[in-house]
């Protein structure tokens, strides 16, 4: 049989595939990464602060290096992420679902709403995020400790003015060098840090 261009081409495609395969079944299958979630429960995302003060929420600044799913350490100038542990969801997103969560648990003064709904006349609340982590202070064979860390700050439409503004940090030793400790750990400095802002706004709207 001659062997023409065409028949050559498809017995090295023929060949390849058959290489690639036997490539991929070399590969032991990973396993399933651990899901974990922070912040508070039992209330229905979105729900609204109760006061009377519209508080509109303007999208959220979030470091890039902790704004994904995985959960973000810091040794010294170093960065590495949890082998094995996963965010259920974005940790950007999750944050943004629980402030929501946590005004509409906490606030007195202030009804958190969309920036969508917002009037000319109301107050805008913008909350970057700087640091979302883990920090090995002493090395990694140490408990780590958790630091959430974000700047807030209420502007009034229309002039724009500046109504408050202040920087938030809270840190959360952790009980064990493990990833169950370490996500309570993060969990609970979040928690701090965003049930200060929730006080602080219903404050600064008085």
Do not use: H
Request: with cysteine.
């Amino acid at each position: 049989m001659r062997l023409t261009p065409q028949r050559l081409a498809a017995g090295l495609a023929a060949v390849a595939a058959v290489a690639l395969a036997g490539c991929v079944s070399l590969f032991p299958k990973s396993e399933p990464a651990q899901l974990y979630r922070f912040g508070p429960t039992g209330v229905t995302a979105g729900v609204a602060g109760q006061g009377t003060v519209p508080l509109g929420l303007a999208t959220i600044d979030f470091s890039a290096a902790a704004s994904g799913d995985r959960i973000l350490t810091v040794t010294g100038s170093e960065v590495a992420y949890i082998a094995g542990a996963r965010w259920a969801t974005p940790a950007r997103t999750m944050f943004a679902e629980n402030l929501r969560q946590s005004f509409g648990r906490g606030a007195r003064v202030v009804s958190l709403i969309d920036r969508s709904e917002m009037r000319s006349s109301n107050l805008l609340l913008n909350v970057d995020v700087s640091a979302f982590e883990v920090r090995y202070e002493n090395g990694r064979g140490a408990a780590p400790v958790a630091v959430v860390t974000f700047d807030a700050k209420i502007v009034r439409y229309p002039d724009r003015a500046v109504v408050a503004q202040r920087t938030f940090e809270a840190r959360q030793s952790a009980s064990d060098n493990r990833v169950g400790a370490i996500v309570q750990a993060l969990d609970a400095a979040n928690s701090q840090a965003v049930g200060e802002l929730v006080g602080w706004s219903d404050a600064s709207a008085r």
